[in-house]
Nanobody
């Protein structure tokens, strides 16, 4: 199983970035797919996730600014990030959560997002 992220980078405050994550090597449907982030010295936190049925969950800090979308057929998830703030600076990780008898979590390698003030 492999999750490959792309789209991170350096952007000024108020700018936008779009992250993409493609999962491969998964034989079953992915129940929940989404994004987490970890800033230096902080714990990893949920940013946004989306179920295969379309239900979404966003961190309060990104509501109204970030939008998660997903292509179930391609096992791909996207994160459109608008109105970025310096506090959004973190390594962003893609996650695939699968429930087949047991629960499995797969993670991407992470992509750096840096927002300058």
């Amino acid at each position: 199983v492999q999750l490959v992220e792309s789209g991170g980078g350096l952007v000024q405050a108020g700018g936008s970035l779009r992250l993409s994550c493609a999962a491969s090597g998964i034989s079953f449907g992915i129940n929940v797919m989404g994004w987490y982030r970890q800033a230096p010295g902080k714990q990893r936190e949920l940013v946004a996730v989306k179920t295969s049925g379309g239900t979404t969950n966003y961190a309060d800090s990104v509501k109204g600014r970030f939008t998660i979308s997903r292509d179930n057929a391609k096992n791909t998830v996207y994160l459109q990030m608008n109105s970025l703030k310096p506090e959004d600076t973190a390594v962003y990780y893609c996650n695939a959560h699968i429930v087949v008898a047991y629960e499995y979590d797969y993670w991407g390698q992470g992509t750096q997002v840096t927002v300058s003030s």
